[in-house]
């Protein structure tokens, strides 16, 4: 929800690279997370929430583990990888210092800085 936030804040201020980090940070976390885990491993885990463990004995219970494990820590790694990777254009957007750009972290560097006025600072610019 903050990336979804975040990306229209940076698109009503303009077209710019902070923009495109948010977006492509938005994208990466809700195709290559949300949608790995909804469409990958959620199904594995209602699978394997379906099958009565009770009923198996020790062998059925290692080759069930055995067929399920590795796919589902394919899809885990996956999305590991596009977390971290929305995590770090995210950083790259806040940190970002062009002609163009404002930063959060530029605006705490103002020497005239007032609290009262953080938000109206942000939004005027």
């Keep these: ?3 979804l936030v975040g990306s ?3 698109f009503r ?6 923009f495109w980090l948010i ?3 938005t994208l990466t976390y809700l195709i290559g997370t949300f949608g790995v885990t909804v469409f990958g491993n959620a199904p594995m885990n209602e699978a394997l929430d379906a099958i009565n463990l009770g009923d198996k004995n020790t062998e059925a219970l290692n080759n069930i583990r055995t067929s ?9 790694s996956i ?10 254009l995210c950083l790259l ?6 002609n163009n750009d404002k930063s959060i ?12 006025n953080f938000f109206a600072k942000i939004l005027k610019q």
């Design 105 to 116: 972290f530029l605006i705490f560097k103002h020497k005239n800085y007032e609290k009262q």
């Design 93 to 98: 957007a806040a940190v970002i210092d062009s």
């Design 13 to 18: 201020a303009a077209l710019s690279l902070s």
């Design 68 to 76: 399920y494990e590795g796919t589902w820590n394919q899809w885990h």
């Design 1 to 3: 929800m903050f990336l």
């Design 79 to 88: 999305r590991t990888v596009f977390s971290v990777l929305a995590f770090i």
């Design 8 to 10: 229209y804040m940076q």
């Design 23 to 25: 977006l492509g940070a």
